[in-house]
């Protein structure tokens, strides 16, 4: 975590991992009930890698900013 807050820009940290971030949280709170939080946090942390690989593809699909 540590190296990802420092090597990324903030700007990418904002307009990538914060959304990801969010959207895996809400999902987790929302459906992840297994009765343990070593369960849970991996769900959570599993769903915010698939988020990120999702926009990440998005964003090879999309032309280059100038």
């Given at each position: 975590?540590?190296?990802?807050l420092?090597?990324?820009?903030?700007?990418?940290?904002?307009?990538?991992?914060?959304p990801?971030?969010?959207?895996?949280?809400?999902?987790?709170?929302a459906?992840?009930?297994?009765?343990?939080?070593?369960?849970?946090?991996?769900?959570?942390?599993?769903?915010?890698?698939?988020?990120?690989?999702?926009?990440?593809?998005?964003?090879?699909?999309?032309?280059?900013?100038?």
């Amino acid at each position: 975590m540590f190296t990802l807050l420092r090597l990324l820009p903030w700007q990418r940290l904002m307009l990538e991992q914060l959304p990801a971030f969010g959207i895996a949280w809400l999902i987790a709170e929302a459906f992840y009930k297994w009765k343990s939080f070593s369960l849970e946090m991996l769900g959570f942390l599993a769903t915010w890698f698939v988020l990120d690989a999702a926009i990440q593809g998005v964003r090879r699909l999309l032309p280059p900013r100038p």
